[in-house]
Structures are given as C-alpha cells and as structure tokens.
C-alpha cells in the first residue's frame, strides 16, 4: 500500500479546469518538503521566525513588567480610561502635558528616550516585530546576487528603502 | 457581540457609554462615562472580543483584522487611531506567525509575494497616511462603506482550487513567478504558473491603500485577485496573502507607530485574545459547519458596517 502513496508529479489538466505549470522536476520524497523551494524563501522563513518569536517574547515580557508594576509606566494605569477615547494627536498631547513632561510630544522614534517606563517599554518588541520584515529583505539580497537575481534584488532593496522610509518617521499625517 | 451584551447587562453604563465614545466624548478628560468603570474593564472585554473573533476568523476562514476594526471600533470606547494600529498589528503578528511554516511548505510563495508586496506596501504607506490626516468620521464612515463592499464580494467571489491557466504570461515569465506544492487530498504535487500579472499588480494598488486607511488585514481582497485574477491554485492564494500581510501590514503599521497611536493596553490583549482565539477554532474548524460560521461572520460584518456608517454621519443605531 505505500507504493500507491509514493508521490508523483501531476499535469493539474488532468484535475479538470486546470492547465500545465512549468516544466516537471523529480518528485520529493514522501515527508519531505519540495525540492523546487528557492534557496532565499527558505532563508526568509528562518528570518521571519526568530524575529517573530524574539519579539513576541519580548512583548510578552515587557507587558508582565508594565501590569504587574514591576518599572512603572508614565501613565498610570488606572488614568488610561480617560485617554484612549481621544484623537491621537489629543492624546499625545494631554499625556506629555500631564505625565511625560518632555519638550515635545512622543512621535517618531521619540518612545526611546522614555523607555524607563513601563509603557513605553512594550514598544520594544512592537519594534522588533515590524522591524523583522526589513531584515528578511537585507538578509537575502546576497543570496539573490549570488543567483545573478537582479529584478529580485531590485525589488528587495525598493521594498528596505519603502520600509526604512516608513520606519524612519520621514513620512508623516497631517493629523485630523 | 455576545461579550458586549453581557456587559450592557452587568454594566449597562459602561456598555451604552461605549457606543458614543470614540466620536462623541473625543476629548472628555476625566469624564463621568471615562471614570465609571475600572481600567481593567475595557481591556477585558477587548480580550473577550477577540479571543471570539480568533475563533470566528478560523473557522470562517477570513483574517482577524477585517472583524477587528469595524467591531472594536464600533462598539468599544477606544478611537479609531488606535484601533486602526491594533487591527494592523493583530493582523500582522498573525502573519509573521503563519509566514515562515508557509514559507517552508512552498504554500507561499515568495517570488509570487515579492512584486506584489512592493506595489501594495507602498500603496499602505500613502493609505495609511490619508487616513490619518483625514477626519475621524470620514474615515468611519467609509470604513463602513468598504466593509460593506467587503460583505459583497464575500458573498458573490467564487473561488477555484485550481484556476485555468492556459499560458503563463510575458510579465509573469520574465519575473519566473511558478511554483509547485504538494497538494495532500490528491497527495501529488501541483505544478502552477499565472496569467494577468499586471492587472493582479494593478488591483493591488487599491488593495494596498485600503488596508493602510482602514488598517484592516487584506486577506479578503487578496485571496480573490491572486486566485480568480491572476489564476493562482487557492491554497497558494491563501498562504501567499497570509504571508503577504506581514509586509503589507509592517509598511502601515509604521506609519501609524511613528504617529504615537499605540496603547499596549490595547495592543496586547488584543494579540493574545484572537491568537488563542484561533488555536481554539483550529480545533471547532474540525467539528464545526463552515458555512454557518462563514453566514455569521458575514452577518457580524454587515451590523459593524452598518455601525460604523451610523457612528460617522452621527446617526441612531439600533444599539
């Protein structure tokens, strides 16, 4: 009975509305992942992963240290009912008046310089988990240039620099 | 809703105070309906809400960002700001968990993802940046609008597990977007190529824009373009957008983070309520009717979007 289950590749026309792909390529071996996975997708996954469980664990961390009281946040706790209904632009605004006490209002990367609160501290992993896109893209340009992919190439780096420039805080709302 | 109705009868204050919030009590420092409650109540609920929408997002087969906004949004006090950059991290964190096991199951397809998620993520951006300079009832009010467009093409879009693809075309042969997976009811593997390449990149544009405005996942688009536009087999249209949202969300949530609009208050339980949400219905999936489920959502989407127009024109809902 195993025989039957060995895999085989299949011309999907044979499945009714379908149509040839691109040329066949030996079958993988049951339990095994496909042998036609490109090397930077596999690369790009691995990438993907650590940064996802890194900042997920860091987030995760961070919110026990916030709740708990352990480092205590710039806005307490029991005072963010009376913020949350707010624009954003209102809010940044009454929060810096009332508790962050800083020369301007917290946008951008500004979240660095009060990360001794609590609050402010769970942006770190927020930061890590939107951060991790860009470094896939870093981490498999060689791979691409290696390949002589040079479309793929220009297409990652556009996609860093779209990134990086929404990171950077450059593009900015003109608020309500 | 069901957490919602509890709390209208536990707490009928809080509740009903809820549903004017965002717009009517925008800068209510202090205010009684504000301070009535304790400050764990409203994350609680936020948690309960979208520990059932994970379930209803699994079972239902759409992203968890579509259900997010327009119900939190709708029926909770926070504004829209915010909810918008949860909805973008929710649906992003549920991509980057998903991604990598797509990656490797050759289900996403990264050739396929790369040209569209340049094209959509730059779209995001500018979505993203108008719908924060935009007015608040503006943008509630075409939230509505598109989640009832979104209702519309749920109901009408047809889907086909291996769409005819007579000829790759020129654009999709220079760029050698095909694959193959191994596709486990026929356990074969599947050879695909696609067709409309440039339409499908085009249609991304709006899509893009959409999910950076509303700050909605895109799932609900991108599964039809690359399936019945671009000619995708539909498991590989579902893992590649899956996958696709970990770009197209990051570009937007960016924009939205560098605007300051992130509560972790909300931004926390949110992640951790519709990721066991989804774990949960992963295993109903098995035992549940997906065809009722997908009527509830359905359901649920119409009410929120119906919701979110009243709210933006300042008009009587029914609750």
């Not at chain 2, 009535?36 to 239902?60: D, Q, R, S």
């Not at chain 2, 991604?99 to 951006?125: E, Y």
């Not at chain 2, 085009?202 to 824009?209: E, P, S």
């Not at chain 2, 995708?232 to 560098?258: E, G, H, M, Q, R």
Request: aromatic content about 8%.
């Amino acid at each position: 009975m195993r025989e039957s289950r060995t895999l085989e590749r299949v011309d999907p026309t044979r499945h009714g509305d379908v149509d040839s792909g691109p040329p066949p390529t030996p079958p993988a071996p049951p339990g095994e992942l496909p042998r036609s996975i490109p090397q930077e997708q596999l690369l790009y996954a691995r990438i993907l992963a650590a940064g996802m469980y890194t900042g997920l664990g860091i987030l995760l961390i961070t919110f026990v240290l916030y709740i708990s009281g352990a480092i205590s946040p710039a806005i307490p706790i029991d005072r963010l009912p009376d913020f949350w209904s707010m624009d954003v632009a209102r809010y940044l605004e009454a929060v810096n008046t009332q508790y962050v006490h800083h020369d301007h209002i917290l946008t951008g990367w500004a979240w660095v310089s009060a990360l001794e609160h609590g609050d402010y501290l769970n942006f770190v992993g927020i930061v890590v988990l939107s951060i991790v896109t860009i470094i896939c893209f870093l981490g498999i340009l060689p791979t691409l240039l290696r390949k002589r992919d040079y479309a793929y190439a220009v297409i990652a780096v556009l996609e860093v620099v779209i990134l990086a420039l929404a990171a950077s805080g450059v593009l900015t709302a003109g608020g309500h | 809703m069901v957490v919602l109705l509890f709390l209208a009868l536990i707490e009928p204050t809080a509740a009903w105070a809820a549903q004017e919030g965002p717009l009517a009590d925008a800068g209510a420092v202090g205010s009684a309906d504000a301070t009535a409650t304790a400050w764990w109540f409203w994350p609680a609920v936020l948690f309960g809400m979208t520990f059932l929408m994970g379930i209803l997002a699994a079972v239902g087969g759409v992203g968890g960002g579509v259900l997010f906004v327009p119900i939190v949004s709708g029926f909770c006090p926070f504004h829209l700001d915010f909810v918008r950059c949860t909805g973008l991290l929710v649906a992003l964190c549920g991509a980057l968990a998903a991604g990598p096991g797509f990656l490797r199951m050759n289900l996403a397809s990264l050739r396929l993802a790369m040209p569209v998620a340049l094209i959509a993520s730059a779209c995001a951006v500018a979505g993203a940046m108008v719908g924060l300079a935009l007015p608040t009832n503006v943008v509630q009010t075409a939230l509505g609008v598109a989640i009832l467009g979104i209702v519309g093409l749920m109901i009408r879009a047809r889907k086909s597990a291996f769409p005819a693809v007579r000829a790759a075309d020129r654009l999709s042969q220079v760029l050698r977007i095909h694959g193959v997976y191994m596709e486990a009811s026929l356990d074969r593997e599947i050879d695909w190529k696609i067709h409309r390449t440039l339409t499908g990149l085009l249609l991304f544009i709006g899509i893009g824009f959409m999910a950076g405005m509303f700050g909605l996942g895109a799932g609900w688009a991108n599964v039809p373009v690359l399936n019945l536009v671009m000619g995708v087999p539909l498991k590989v249209s579902v893992a590649t957008s899956k996958f696709l949202l970990s770009i197209t969300d990051t570009s937007a949530a960016w924009v939205y983070l560098n605007e300051g609009c992130v509560i972790p208050m909300m931004v926390v339980p949110s992640l951790v309520g519709i990721m066991l949400g989804s774990f949960i219905g992963v295993r109903i999936l098995r035992v549940a009717k997906p065809g009722f489920v997908r009527w509830m959502v359905i359901g649920l989407l119409l009410f929120s979007g119906g919701k979110a127009i009243t709210k933006g024109l300042g008009l009587p809902f029914i609750i």
